[in-house]
């Protein structure tokens, strides 16, 4: 199973879209911790992750980038965000009807699709982010896409929440979570923003809080089983572009760099930036200079850290 979590962060006077996840794959008595379950599509400016059933799933994701990549509005990215998402309920569906329990077992296994997806990038017709959460109705027997939450600080409730309604005032960040560790994860959110931001007076959106959540689950002892190995992180910018982070787990002071999920190997050059996951600094062995400062640095590569 998984967690995963996609929220829009704020980031000086720019914005961009995160994914994080975890990296097991599981429920057939092994773990397997290098899976990657965040999805970059050949039009750059969205990407997809997954929770549930990798042979649902996995196939699924993939179809997804397929289609894409056959069809050049889609491919370049004139298509609209909003109908690359119908598209992806369409194929989806048409990949649920073609599960079928085999005539080869005495009991008949159920079909439906176990799998449920967070898909979004950034809308040029809307000039803005939007994300979604994609889950399987049993009832409809079809995929239905719901769209983000929101999460700021309820002055009523004197705390913060995550609400399906958006509230001009205060600052709301958009945020969806997928999988069977989501709500454990939703709770620890809540609770690292309300000892951050007492009262909320000093929030302006979320920023790596989502992924401090996974990060401190994926360290905590006695976790579930059903999540484990390196957090894994992709990203979409506000330029139209997506690109994965490597991520040094389980600390900096290890030296080892995990990318989706993968120990990279020794000789490895990654051209990636790859994140401290205590201090959240990003380094790259490309474009990070030690005489450079932050905002030098982001005019230099052109990815905002």
């Excluded at 990296?23 to 599509?41: H, N, V, Y």
């Excluded at 983000?148 to 409730?157: E, I, L, N, T």
Aim: charged share 25%; net charge neutral.
């Amino acid at each position: 199973m998984t967690v995963s979590i996609a929220w829009v962060r704020k980031i000086r006077n720019c914005e961009e879209i995160v994914f994080a996840s975890d990296s097991r794959l599981s429920g057939d008595g092994r773990s397997f911790d290098s899976a990657p379950k965040i999805l970059t599509l050949p039009r750059t400016d969205c990407a997809i992750a997954f929770s549930g059933y990798t042979g649902d799933a996995f196939p699924m994701m993939l179809q997804l980038a397929l289609a894409v990549d056959s069809y050049a509005p889609a491919r370049r990215g004139s298509l609209y965000l909003s109908s690359l998402l119908k598209h992806a309920l369409k194929v989806f569906d048409t990949m649920a009807e073609l599960i079928r329990s085999s005539e080869g077992i005495s009991t008949a296994q159920d079909t439906a699709p176990s799998a449920n997806f967070l898909f979004g990038g950034y809308s040029w017709e809307n000039k803005r982010f939007r994300l979604w959460s994609i889950v399987f109705s049993p009832s409809e027997q079809r995929f239905q896409a719901h769209p983000a939450k929101w999460c700021y600080f309820s002055k009523p409730a004197k705390k913060f929440v995550i609400s399906s309604k958006k509230l001009l005032q205060p600052p709301a960040g958009a945020i969806a979570f997928t999988g069977d560790q989501a709500t454990k994860a939703r709770a620890l959110l809540l609770a690292k923003l309300d000892e951050k931001h007492p009262g909320g007076g000093t929030y302006s959106g979320l920023d790596w809080e989502p992924f401090e959540a996974i990060r401190d689950m994926l360290r905590e002892q006695g976790r579930s089983e059903t999540i484990g190995g390196a957090p894994q992180i992709v990203k979409v910018y506000q330029y139209m572009r997506s690109a994965p982070l490597g991520v040094y787990w389980p600390n900096k002071a290890t030296g080892k760099v995990f990318l989706f999920g993968r120990p990279c190997l020794g000789y490895e050059n990654i051209d990636r930036w790859v994140l401290d996951p205590d201090t959240l600094e990003s380094h790259s062995p490309t474009y990070s200079r030690d005489d450079v400062d932050d905002e030098e640095q982001d005019v230099a590569s052109g990815d905002p850290v």
